[in-house]
C-alpha cells in the first residue's frame, strides 16, 4: 500500500464517472471517503486505483496529471 496525501491534489471527478457512480447507486460522498481514506495502488504510468469497504466494496479508478487528481470511472464489486 502506497500512501497518498489526497489535499496535494485537487481531485475531479469526471462527469463518466458521476454519471456511472449514479447507475450504480454510489452516494459521492462514498466517493470522496474512499478516496480520503481508501487503500492506493499504482498502475502503469499515471494509473492510480482507490478501494474501500469489505462489503461494499468502492473501486475508484483514476489517473495523476500534475497536481490534478482525475478520477475516470467508479464502480462496486
Do not use: W
Not at 498502475?43 to 492510480?48: A, I, L, N, P, R
Amino acid at each position: 500500500m502506497i500512501s497518498l496525501d489526497s489535499t496535494r491534489y485537487d481531485v475531479v471527478v469526471t462527469k463518466h464517472a458521476f454519471v456511472q457512480a449514479m447507475l450504480r447507486g454510489i452516494d459521492p460522498d462514498l466517493i470522496e471517503n474512499t478516496i480520503r481514506t481508501g487503500k492506493m495502488t499504482r498502475f502503469g504510468k499515471h494509473g492510480v486505483r482507490f478501494t474501500s469497504g469489505r462489503r461494499r466494496k468502492v473501486i475508484c479508478v483514476g489517473e495523476i496529471c500534475g497536481n490534478t487528481l482525475k478520477i475516470l470511472t467508479v464502480e462496486r464489486k
